[in-house]
Structures are given as C-alpha cells and as structure tokens.
C-alpha cells in the first residue's frame, strides 16, 4: 500500500474520533471508539480506565469494560499490587507499551498478548468539578 494512503486512512481514523468524542456522551463514545480502533488494530477486549499510583498498586478511578467480564475486576484487586505494566505506564507516562502474556502472567495466560497506552496529566483533580 502507498505509505500516503495509509497516512490518509489514519488521518481519516482520527478525524472520526474527534468527531465522536464531540458527537457522543461518554457513555457511548468509549466502546464507539474501539470499534473504530478495531478496524485497524485487532483486538479482543479491553479495560479503559483512569488511575493514580499508590502503594497498594493502582487507585482505580474509572473503569470502562469492553468484551470483558465484571467479575475480572475484583479478581484484579487482589494482585494489582503485581501489575508491572501498570507501574511501568505510572513510570513512564505518554508512552505505549506491548508485551506477552504469557511471560509476564505466567499463570494467566488467557490472552496472548497486551498493549498499553497512557497518559498523566501534570496536575490531578480527583473527582472532577
């Protein structure tokens, strides 16, 4: 494929998104997007979520399930003191990350491999005005 067709097609893809984070209330516009996402990154589920650091593991703020169980997330409580890679995103922030499942949960190893993505912002306000 011409490198400024696929420029064009991912242009394309963000142009929608802004449009649908504008068009859509929050409640829709999450799993909306990863449809969209889906076209062109493949993947099963996803947790889309918002956290701050703490000793215990992640503060969980928010959490938006996509294809995956509710009941994950209180099986999650119990180990997310272990999750290197959401300390990893809590360490460097703005970057994305994939890795293996298989060697990073040895003994959950239902899913074959994972991306992360964050983001910080420089000043928290928590719960929002």
């Known amino acids: 494929m011409d490198p400024l067709d696929e420029l064009q097609r991912y242009n394309q893809l963000l142009l929608r998104l802004y449009r649908m984070a504008q068009d859509l209330p929050i409640t829709e516009f999450q799993d909306a997007a990863l449809g969209l996402i889906k076209g062109v990154l493949p993947f099963d ?25 509710p009941e994950m997330l209180p099986a999650y409580e119990s180990v997310k003191h272990l999750d290197t ?30 991306t992360c993505c964050g983001a910080s912002r420089s000043r928290t306000c928590w719960p929002p005005p």
Do not use: C, Q, Y
Not at 47 to 61: E, K, M, Q, V, Y
């Open 45 to 69: 589920s996803s947790l889309w979520g918002t956290a701050a650091p703490s000793a215990g593991g992640p503060d969980i703020h928010t959490v938006h399930l996509h294809n995956k169980s």
């Open 85 to 114: 890679a959401v300390a990893g995103m809590f360490a460097e922030p703005r970057a994305t990350r994939g890795f293996h499942l298989e060697t990073w949960f040895s003994d959950r190893a239902s899913r074959r491999s994972a």
